[in-house]
């Protein structure tokens, strides 16, 4: 009663769609258009979207016999038989997309969309949220700036999962509701939002930029070796190297304890220096890039120069270590000595200052090898590099 009233005080001026799963049965409709609709795409994975005598709907996801992990699992159904889109024609009335759910692993990220029948660039008013952990209910919502939709349109919300590893996962769905809102009085949105794939900023527009304190390689073929050795020899001498390639992936490690109990502003930078890139020109849809991730479990102290897939692991399953999640996939250029600022986002880079996020890996999509330079070349001077800025607000005085 008291979200039907929240809601209500928001939007006077409109019904909204809400299904909040306290039916014995779920409303199915393979259009999408009288009901829930759900599918998967781009991989292996398997999905069921079913009601719950508790109250609530749940989202599984079967990805166990999935090999590339590019794949991604979406509820989706028509919301806009109870909006009045001409209220859309109206200085400061926007669409707000809003859930309440709660995942079976975490860190993962989810996202919310909205689009119509008329829609073709799918990366638009879709957003992206951090769920931190598997045991409290969160509600998301995001509301959208210049939605196209106008009265005999079809609008449709959907929820997605993407890329969350080969194994087997559950969202469960409290309730789901899209309106019309009143933008100076409804409020900020609510959850962790992660903007998909944002501009990436200049590394001089941060106020913080912080070498690596340590780089390694671990290899899956050879779990019991170091490779803090690997390099390439050149006329001039030997370069120590970074490479990512089929069984190999990098870990990097900073020391950020001068931060330790601030808070970020926004997203950050990871930056590299390419040594070389081989890969074939044209591929497959997500493939012969890389892939960062969260470093999660194992030794978070780990030596460059002892370390080895065994000892980073200390026992745990590679996907408990390393977020099989990826913060982001990245192209990565060929030719030596450019620079690649990759983004990282807020809620990881706050993980990483408050030590529960213990470093950063890269692992290859596809097929890829991709060097870049370590933490011995030039003392330092290409090595990996994090850029943020911290709120000034939030250190002590």
Known sequence: MLIALGWSMVSPSSAQFLDDFTGASLTVDPRGVEGWTFFTGDGKATMTFSASATGYASICVDASRDTRGIWWALIKRRVSQVLDLGLLRRRNHALRIEARIRSSNAPRRVNLHLNTQRTKNFHMHLMEFDIPDTVQWHTISMTTKDFDAVPGDSVYGQLALMDWGSGRYRVDVDYFRVDIVQTDSAGPDQGVQVPYHPTVPGAGSFRHHVPVEADAMADLQYPDMNFNNWGVQTDSGR?????????QFVLMRWDLGAYAGQ????????????????????????????????ILGGAPQWDQSSVTYHTLCRGEPIDRVVNPQMIIDVDVSGKRGDKIFITISKPVLQRMIDGTTSGLAIKPLGAVVASFYSIENRKGEVSPKLHFTIDPHSVSR
């Open 239 to 247: 370069v120590a190297l970074l490479t990512v390639s089929g069984t």
């Open 263 to 294: 808070k970020v502003m926004g997203s950050g930078v990871l930056e590299l220096t390419t040594h070389a890139v081989q890969r074939a020109p044209e591929n497959a849809k997500d493939f012969g890039m890389v892939r960062v991730c969260e």
